[in-house]
């Protein structure tokens, strides 16, 4: 199957800043999906992106899926405390309905 | 929105012996639930697929035989870790997706449980 690799592992931000974490895949990907876990929580849905190129935002995150759909970011403007967790990106192909987790992101904020 | 209910929510137990948990859909139906494995810090690894009705799918490396998984239903996957080790010990999450979704929607956590083997 796929390998979703994302970038950085650990994000530490001040309070305000912006930040982008990155996921990449080996294999071009049918749709993509962010999910994120508070400390100590279980992954909730964020959003997810299945057209080549797509841009979503949900209030200061945007979402954005590459052209060759491989490779996908989120991107969070003036970072809040309540931006604490891990955000995981999630890839599958068009023949394999599995989804595969990049390691995550955990971004932690100095206020 | 759709919620999957996981529990029991922490559990300790002694080596050798079998611990159950139980993963349900509360409001939708689904063919198909994952069972992962989460190490601290770490992502979410897959470990199987349960199937209602039919026998699930081990990803590589996992052993069946030591993580039984029963779909006896539309709104229930149970894992079994049996003769469990202290190295079995670790955070277990299941996800759920909607019948109705098909195979890409998203996946709907349950809360995860924690198992600690003495």
């Known amino acids: 199957g796929q390998q979703v690799m994302q970038i950085p592992q650990y994000q530490h931000v001040q309070e305000g800043e912006d930040f982008t974490t990155y996921c990449n895949s080996s294999?071009?990907?049918?749709?993509i999906q962010w999910y994120k876990q508070r400390p100590g929580g279980h992954p909730v849905f964020l959003i997810q992106?299945?057209?080549?190129?797509e841009v979503k935002k949900q209030k200061r995150l945007t979402f954005q899926f590459g052209e060759a759909k491989k490779n996908s970011s989120l991107h969070i403007t003036a970072t809040q405390t309540t931006d604490v967790g891990t955000y995981f990106c999630?890839?599958?192909?068009?023949?394999?309905?599995?989804?595969?987790f990049g390691a995550g992101t955990t971004v932690t904020v100095r206020a | 929105g759709a919620v999957v209910s996981q529990h029991p929510s922490r559990v300790i137990c002694k080596s050798g012996t079998s611990v159950k948990i139980e993963c349900r859909s509360l409001?939708?139906?689904?063919?198909?639930m994952f069972w992962y494995r989460q190490f601290p810090k770490q992502s979410l690894m897959l470990m199987a697929t349960?199937?209602?009705?039919?026998?699930?799918?081990?990803e590589q490396g996992v052993e069946k035989d030591k993580f039984l998984i029963n779909h006896a239903s539309l709104t229930l996957s149970t894992l079994t870790v049996t003769s469990a080790h202290p190295e079995d010990s670790s955070f277990y999450i299941c996800?759920?997706?909607?019948?109705?979704?098909?195979?890409?929607?998203?996946?709907?956590f349950g809360e995860g449980s924690r198992l600690t083997v003495l």
């Open positions: 349960s199937n209602e009705g039919s026998k699930a799918t081990y």
């Open positions: 996800s759920a997706r909607d019948l109705a979704s098909g195979d890409t929607g998203e996946l709907f």
């Open positions: 294999t071009t990907l049918s749709n």
């Open positions: 999630a890839g599958s192909s068009s023949n394999d309905y599995k989804l595969s």
């Open positions: 992106l299945v057209k080549s190129g």
């Open positions: 409001d939708f139906q689904a063919t198909t």
